[in-house]
């Protein structure tokens, strides 16, 4: 790693609870946005090193390795210490699987905020300003000693050798977040929207509404494309938004579409890279214009004005 490289990160996603007061729904997989609110989640962190869920296996957008505590529905400190044995980084992101709005600017925001302040976490906090220690980053040794020392009771943040507590670990079944976040040196990172997680199904209805406001709609719905066709590519939308304006306006509307079709066509036959989409959206958009030139000229004519270029002198 250089000096300009940000440092490795595992990514910790807990995604078993019993969601009562969603009547027991399979709350990672009801969709926001069309999509499951955990593949919401995984594409926040799709920078990590390594992504271990705590949840029974299902199909995900990108491979993670499947771990539950145990027993299975212990609580989230459990889930916590199941997860964190899989982990190797210095550095973890632990997040619900119940984000709408998590993206990963937010989640190297936590790191960011984790790396300038030194201290053993940075959460979210809420437009409460309550703290949300599921979304938060945090240095994976303070976090192994918080756990083994509320796994033997003594209420320290020390352990005799920084390793999670064993398989099991029975005393932290049950245990609220508080108890290991006081344990810990917090920063926090005031974010409304980002910690907002869905609990109810009155939660989920707003989330529902709220990406489809005129702020948000069309990012979220180019989201879900990538994510519905697996494509992991950063494209400038106003390069292509333009290209559409331009082939409606100087060839005719059905042209917008089909055009920007063609042009992830021909992006796609090259080397694939937002580089490839923007040169080929420059030509087309290049073409739509000398249309839009001739057929000024040719109205023109047609009105016995004389074209641009054909004056005395020419």
């Given at each position: 790693?250089?000096?300009?490289?940000?440092?490795?990160?595992?990514?910790?996603?807990?995604?078993?609870?019993?969601?009562?007061?969603?009547?027991?729904?399979?709350?990672?997989?009801?969709?926001?946005?069309?999509?499951?609110?955990?593949?919401?989640?995984?594409?926040?962190?799709?920078?990590?090193?390594?992504?271990?869920?705590?949840?029974?296996?299902?199909?995900?957008?990108?491979?993670?390795?499947?771990?539950?505590?145990?027993?299975?529905?212990?609580?989230?400190?459990?889930?916590?210490?199941?997860?964190?044995?899989?982990?190797?980084?210095?550095?973890?992101?632990?997040?619900?699987?119940?984000?709408?709005?998590?993206?990963?600017?937010?989640?190297?925001?936590?790191?960011?905020?984790?790396?300038?302040?030194?201290?053993?976490?940075?959460?979210?906090?809420?437009?409460?300003?309550?703290?949300?220690?599921?979304?938060?980053?945090?240095r994976t040794a303070p976090l192994r000693h918080a756990l083994s020392a509320l796994a033997r009771g003594d209420g320290d943040d020390g352990g005799d050798d920084g390793e999670a507590p064993g398989r099991g670990a029975p005393g932290l079944t049950g245990l609220p977040l508080r108890r290991l976040t006081a344990a810990l040196d917090l920063t926090r990172v005031p974010d409304p929207l980002a910690s907002f997680d869905c609990d109810t199904w009155d939660d989920i209805a707003d989330a529902r509404a709220r990406i489809r406001e005129h702020g948000h709609v069309l990012d979220e719905w180019i989201s879900a494309v990538k994510d519905e066709l697996?494509?992991?590519?950063?494209?400038?939308?106003?390069?292509?938004?333009?290209?559409?304006?331009?082939?409606?306006?100087?060839?005719?509307?059905?042209?917008?579409?089909?055009?920007?079709?063609?042009?992830?066509?021909?992006?796609?036959?090259?080397?694939?890279?937002?580089?490839?989409?923007?040169?080929?959206?420059?030509?087309?958009?290049?073409?739509?214009?000398?249309?839009?030139?001739?057929?000024?000229?040719?109205?023109?004519?047609?009105?016995?004005?004389?074209?641009?270029?054909?004056?005395?002198?020419?």
């Open positions: 790693m250089t000096d300009t490289e940000p440092p490795a990160y595992d990514a910790i996603v807990l995604a078993g609870g019993a969601a009562r007061r969603l009547g027991g729904a399979d709350k990672p997989s009801v969709r926001v946005g069309g999509r499951p609110l955990l593949d919401r989640v995984l594409t926040a962190c799709a920078g990590a090193r390594d992504t271990v869920v705590v949840a029974a296996p299902r199909p995900t957008p990108r491979p993670v390795r499947w771990t539950r505590e145990d027993p299975p529905g212990g609580g989230p400190v459990a889930a916590l210490d199941a997860g964190l044995r899989h982990t190797t980084a210095d550095r973890a992101v632990v997040l619900s699987a119940d984000l709408p709005f998590l993206e990963r600017a937010t989640v190297e925001r936590l790191l960011a905020a984790l790396h300038a302040t030194g201290a053993d976490g940075a959460l979210l906090t809420d437009t409460d300003g309550r703290d949300q220690p599921l979304v938060a980053a945090y697996g494509i992991d590519l950063d494209v400038d939308t106003r390069v292509l938004l333009d290209l559409a304006r331009d082939a409606a306006h100087g060839v005719a509307r059905p042209a917008a579409p089909l055009t920007t079709f063609l042009v992830g066509y021909a992006a796609a036959q090259g080397n694939g890279g937002p580089e490839a989409v923007a040169e080929a959206a420059r030509k087309a958009a290049a073409l739509a214009v000398r249309w839009e030139e001739e057929a000024n000229a040719a109205g023109q004519s047609a009105s016995g004005k004389p074209a641009p270029g054909s004056g005395p002198g020419r």
